[in-house]
T-cell receptor
């Protein structure tokens, strides 16, 4: 398996532009997570899905952020409009629920810079 | 609210020194515990995990961690560090049961090993 695949790896955009980050989880995994990592706040969970259904989106900063999972093999995280404070590394992770535990496999991350 | 505390923000050691990184969590129920490592410029990778059984768990690259339930702790140890262990280390907790899928991360500890 190629692991969790994220694109783009790097994105530089101007304030006000729309940003779409993409994630392909590991085949067969039933959980998908979006995390944001910054120096100031560390790793923050933004939202997670179980079987393509959003379970907890309480970490989504504000209405400018939205996430979708139209099928088991694809998810997007969209920021519209983007702001400089959104600059961070966005990680996608997936896992397979088994025996009450979750072991996350992370993607390589998408480094977003908003100018 | 659930929290995971990593007391050391930055640890600097010389090669061959012993390492212990602290991790405490606040949840009183049954938990699964994890340590993840993030090497410079890379994504998070699982170092080791505890689900049940022997509270002393061994992971990759000579790392081990001990779960002490009475202290709500899951400290990471390595008897002799190497320069290649330079990375950021994250402790994480998952609640078994109703909140399956939610992983709480600590703020991370940056380990720098001097050759």
């Amino acid at each position: 398996d190629a692991g969790v695949i994220q694109s783009p790896r790097h994105e530089v955009t101007e304030m006000g532009q729309e940003v779409t980050l993409r994630c392909k989880p590991i085949s067969g995994h039933d959980y998908l997570f979006w995390y944001r990592q910054t120096m100031m706040r560390g790793l923050e969970l933004l939202i997670y899905f179980n079987n393509n259904v959003p379970i907890d989106d309480s970490g989504m900063p504000e209405d400018r952020f939205s996430a979708k999972m139209p099928n088991a093999s694809f998810s997007t995280l969209k920021i519209q409009p983007s702001e400089p404070r959104d600059s961070a590394v966005y990680f996608c992770a997936s896992s397979f629920s088994r025996s009450g535990a979750n072991v996350l496999t992370f993607g390589a991350g998408s480094r977003l810079t908003v100018l | 609210a659930q929290s995971v505390s990593q007391h050391n923000h930055h640890v600097i050691l010389s090669e061959a020194a012993s390492l212990e990184l602290g991790c405490n969590y606040s949840y009183g129920g049954t938990v699964n515990l994890f340590w993840y490592v993030q090497y410079p410029g890379q994504h998070l990778q699982l170092l080791l995990k505890y689900f049940s059984g022997d509270p002393l768990v061994k992971g990759i690259k000579g790392f081990e961690a001990e779960f002490i339930k009475s202290k709500f702790s899951f400290n990471l140890r390595k008897p002799s560090v190497q320069w290649s262990d330079t990375a950021e280390y994250f402790c994480a907790v998952n609640h078994r049961g109703s909140t399956l899928g939610r992983l709480y991360f600590g703020r991370g500890t940056q380990l720098t090993v001097w050759p």
